[in-house]
């Protein structure tokens, strides 16, 4: 009986550990979105691809469309790459 009990015990303590140590997942956008029916504008954006999102709105009632963040330039550019710097040359 005791051993059971510390054996739960344990467990729920591991458990715990484990929950607090989980981050939660980082919101994407992707640069299509399935819009019309149950979702709100812009829509549930998670497809890379125009035929990533016509397949899963097939027989929804759905539509595919570009996401706006990317279709009006609200993405952030990306950031651009230091310059290398490079010792010149001595001529022979």
Do not use: I
């Not at 051993?3 to 919101?27: E, I, W, Y």
């Amino acid at each position: 009986m005791r051993k059971t009990q510390l054996v739960l015990l344990m467990l729920g303590a591991a458990v715990l550990a484990g929950f607090a140590t989980v981050t939660p997942a980082a919101a994407r956008d992707y640069p299509w979105c399935a819009q019309g029916g149950e979702y709100d504008y812009p829509g549930e954006c998670a497809y890379n691809s125009y035929e990533q999102c016509q397949a899963s709105v097939s027989g929804r009632l759905l539509y595919c469309d570009r996401n706006p963040r990317f279709g009006y330039g609200q993405e952030q550019p990306p950031q651009p790459r230091p310059h290398r710097r490079t010792r010149p040359v001595a001529p022979y």
